[in-house]
């Protein structure tokens, strides 16, 4: 079974910068997307960020100018650098190891335990 292990979450004040991390015990890495998705009580899931197995990202709107997704083939992890965070940006952030080259905005694939990210006003 594909393990994630995510880390980085924590609090931080409006304005500051988060990076997360993700790393995957997946053996065919190289071959799938990763994303990041984030999940707030009573709201569904949904998508943040994800990169393809090529390391071309998209990003919702909210994240664009300032998240930045990046992946490392040979540590098998992600990563997402959020800067100017807002208290709106509050939500667990989830993982995921994408089921093919790219993500979905239901998010098929193999998910992480989440990490707590809070922005306080």
């Known amino acids: 079974q594909v393990q994630l292990v995510e880390s980085g979450g924590g609090l931080v004040q409006t304005g500051g910068s988060m990076r997360l991390s993700c790393t995957t015990s997946g053996s065919d890495f190289s071959l799938r997307g990763m994303g990041w998705y984030r999940q707030v009580p009573g709201s569904q899931r949904e998508m943040v960020a994800y990169i393809t197995n090529g390391a071309t990202a998209y990003y919702s709107n909210f994240a664009k100018g300032r998240f930045t997704i990046s992946r490392n083939n040979a540590d098998q992890t992600i990563h997402l650098e959020m800067n100017n965070l807002r208290p709106e940006d509050t939500a667990v952030y989830f993982c995921?190891?994408?089921?093919?080259?790219?993500?979905?905005?239901?998010?098929?694939?193999?998910w992480g335990q989440g990490t707590q990210v809070t922005v306080s006003s």
């Open positions: 995921l190891f994408c089921s093919r080259y790219r993500c979905t905005s239901t998010g098929d694939g193999d």
